[in-house]
């Protein structure tokens, strides 16, 4: 099953999805956001779809790793996306990451007005790319994770279905 990324801002919804195998993200798409119900129904859509067992979600957190207005903004539409979704979500912190999609960009030679169009989705990937890199170092890429013993909970310092966990020992 597929990992769905993404990358949460006040206008689009950049959406990336995994490979099977959870070995590599690609870019999917941006939402244009048009109210929460048009939002969360595109992206139900997009679960159902790519059969999507797994929702990682950019958290903006400040330099300091602090939580400012973006990221409250981000948890407030986790809360109502988990209402609608029956896969977990997870959290990963997106710092730098439109920053990151926008030099990865530029270094293709990607025209500022393409760039303005696909930006999100890229980020989404990276925010993507971030998530299952940890998961492999922590040799754990299988489907639903919990089949070879590893608790989704257990991710350090990341929220899950509504709990803060606690970094591990």
Not at 74 to 98: A, C, G, N, Q
Not at 134 to 163: P, T, V, W, Y
Request: proline residues 3%.
């Amino acid at each position: 099953m597929r990992v769905m990324g993404l990358d949460v801002g006040s206008k689009t919804i950049g959406i990336a999805i995994s490979d099977p195998d959870r070995i590599v993200s690609q870019p999917f798409a941006v939402i244009k956001r048009a109210g929460c119900k048009h939002d969360i129904d595109q992206l139900c859509q997009v679960v159902d779809e790519k059969e999507v067992s797994l929702i990682v979600v950019g958290l903006p957190k400040r330099t300091d790793g602090s939580l400012g207005k973006s990221a409250m903004q981000v948890m407030e539409f986790i809360k109502v996306l988990e209402k609608h979704v029956s896969v977990p979500l997870v959290t990963w912190d997106e710092r730098f990451s439109t920053n990151a999609a926008e030099r990865a960009l530029i270094f293709q030679d990607v025209s500022r007005q393409k760039r303005k169009g696909v930006i999100d989705s890229v980020a989404a990937a990276i925010i993507l790319d971030g998530y299952l890199d940890h998961l492999r170092q922590r040799r754990d890429i299988s489907s639903g994770c919990e089949s070879k013993g590893f608790s989704m909970e257990n991710i350090a310092g990341n929220r899950i279905a509504g709990k803060k966990t606690k970094p591990e020992e």
